[in-house]
C-alpha cells in the first residue's frame, strides 16, 4: 500500500516558524490532510486537500504539496502548538485512506 | 454542535469480539449525507483507519454502505442504528494486537475519500486474558 514518510521529531524555538514534512511517490498527485494532536485530546484536522484551512484554524497554519514533499507549515509557533501532526492521503491503489507515522513538534 | 461519544468495553479477552457504540449528538445519521467511521491509535504508534459506512436510506454506496481497510475487513463489521442515532464497531478474534484508542469520526462529506472533520474523544481497549 501507499507509504508516507515523516520525520518523527521537529524541535522550534517559540517565535519561529515549524516546517513539517510528509513524503510519498508523486504526492503532489493526491490530496494530503493534517491532523493536530495533541497530549491526550483527539487528533483535529487543520489543513484539508493540501492547503484549505477548516473554520476556526489560525491563519498561521499552511500547507503545500508539490513532487514527492507536502509541507505543513506553522508560523510563530507558540508553546500552544506542541503536539502530534499526522498527513493523511486516500490510497487510490488500494481504496482507502492511509496516514503517516507522525511529526512530533516541541516547542523549546 | 455536532459531538461524537464512544462507548463500550474496556477490556476484552483474546479471542472475543471487540463491540464499541458510537452516539451521534448534533446531527442526524440518518438525514444528512456524510461518511461515519471508525479509526484506531496502538500506544506509542500511528493511526490506522477500520472503515467507514454512509447511511441514506436504502442508497447503497461501495457496494453496500460499508467500506473496511483491507488488513481488518474480515474481523470488522461497522453497522448503523439510525433509530438511536448510533453506528457501531465490532471486531471479530481479537488479539493483543488490537489493543488501541478506538475513535469514532465523521468524514466531512459524503465521498469515502473525504478527510475526517470531527472526531470523538477516543476509547481505550485492552485485549488481555
Known amino acids: 500500500s501507499y507509504v508516507l514518510t515523516q520525520p518523527p521529531s521537529l524541535s522550534v524555538a517559540p517565535g519561529q516558524t515549524a516546517t513539517i514534512t510528509c513524503g510519498g511517490d508523486n504526492l503532489g498527485k493526491k490530496r494530503v490532510h493534517w491532523y493536530q494532536q495533541k497530549a491526550g485530546q483527539a487528533p483535529v484536522l487543520v489543513i484539508y486537500?493540501?492547503?484549505d484551512r477548516p473554520s476556526g484554524i489560525p491563519e498561521r497554519f499552511s500547507g503545500s504539496n508539490s513532487g514527492n514533499t507536502a509541507t505543513l507549515t506553522i508560523s510563530s509557533v507558540d508553546a500552544g502548538d506542541e503536539a502530534d501532526f499526522y498527513c493523511q492521503v486516500w490510497d487510490t491503489s488500494r481504496d482507502h485512506p492511509v496516514f503517516g507515522g507522525g511529526t512530533k513538534l516541541t516547542v523549546l | 454542535q455536532l459531538q461524537l461519544q464512544e462507548s463500550g468495553p474496556t477490556l476484552v479477552k483474546p479471542s472475543e469480539t471487540l463491540s464499541l457504540t458510537c452516539t451521534v449528538s448534533?446531527?442526524?445519521?440518518?438525514?444528512?449525507?456524510?461518511?461515519w467511521g471508525w479509526i484506531r491509535q496502538s500506544p506509542g504508534k500511528g493511526l490506522e483507519w477500520i472503515g467507514s459506512l454512509y447511511y441514506r436510506g436504502s442508497a447503497s454506496h461501495f457496494g453496500g454502505g460499508s467500506y473496511y481497510n483491507p488488513s481488518l475487513q474480515s474481523r470488522v463489521t461497522i453497522s448503523v442504528d439510525t433509530s438511536r442515532n448510533q453506528f457501531s464497531l465490532k471486531v471479530t478474534s481479537v488479539s493483543a494486537t488490537d489493543t488501541a484508542v478506538y475513535s469514532c469520526?465523521?468524514?466531512?462529506?459524503?465521498?469515502?475519500?473525504?478527510?475526517?472533520?470531527?472526531w470523538g474523544q477516543g476509547t481505550m481497549v485492552t485485549v488481555s486474558s
Open positions: 469520526v465523521r468524514h466531512s462529506g459524503d465521498t469515502l475519500s473525504n478527510p475526517f472533520e470531527v
Open positions: 486537500y493540501d492547503f
Open positions: 448534533g446531527d442526524s445519521i440518518s438525514t444528512t449525507s456524510f461518511y
